[in-house]
T-cell receptor, first 113, second 115 residues
């Protein structure tokens, strides 16, 4: 898997839009970008996945520039319940070796009232 | 409901006493994996299985064993637990070995304390 770099932590307030950027300079042609969310003492939960440009679902948007060396997870109008750790992973959608999905430290988002 | 079920959720044991953490998925997924999560280290893969009777080591396999006799079950075995195996453990499954269209489904975790 390509190495990723994310901020260790971020603070925000309820109702604000939060953007978390992930750097992945050595992303390969076949790699996709996937974001997970983890609450304390729970397993990570898939949020969104994309290859290029923009992907949006009911939870978040994912922006990927043309060079694909970074990506930005955008959470619109966060609430206290969005306080969690967010992980960015980059890898081949179908052909990864089995020993994959190594999570880094992630970004700890704290949403304040 | 599609899910990955781990048991137990919490376990306190003594050094050297063999234990098994069970993991079961009801999604007919081929790929299953075990992770441990420690503060500051993220999730590290212990073992994974690409299908029945096929298992392989992850990043931190020492002190652990697994088996995959049936597609739905992937138990994690600690033959002789030690305090450095105190951690939060997660089981995960996926339709295929890759990241998959919707990624991995994780269990709720097992918090293990070895004293």
């Amino acid at each position: 898997l390509a190495k990723t770099t994310q901020p260790i932590s971020m603070d925000s307030y309820e109702g604000q839009e939060v953007n978390i950027t992930c750097s992945h300079n050595n992303i390969a042609t076949n790699d996709y970008i996937t974001w997970y969310q983890q609450f304390p003492s729970q397993g990570p939960r898939f949020i969104i996945q994309g290859y290029k440009t923009k992907v949006t679902n009911e939870v978040a948007s994912l922006f990927i520039p043309a060079d694909r060396k970074s990506s930005t997870l955008s959470l619109p109008r966060v609430s206290l319940s969005d306080t969690a750790v967010y992980y960015c992973l980059v890898g081949d959608l179908l052909n990864n070796a089995g020993n994959m999905l190594t999570f880094g430290g992630g970004t700890r988002l704290m949403v304040k009232p | 409901e599609a899910q990955v079920t781990q048991n137990p959720r919490y376990l306190i044991t003594v050094t050297g006493k063999k234990l098994t953490v069970t993991c079961s998925q009801n999604m007919n997924h081929e790929y299953m994996s075990w992770y441990r999560q420690d503060p500051g280290l993220g999730l590290r893969q212990i073992y994974y299985s690409m299908n029945v009777e096929v298992t392989d080591k992850g990043d931190v396999p020492e002190g652990y064993k697994v088996s995959r006799k049936e597609k739905r079950n992937f138990p994690l075995i600690l033959e002789s637990p030690s305090p450095n195996q105190t951690s939060l453990y997660f089981c995960a499954s996926s339709l295929s070995k890759g990241l998959g269209v919707i990624g991995y489904t994780f269990g709720s975790g097992t918090r293990l304390t070895v004293v």
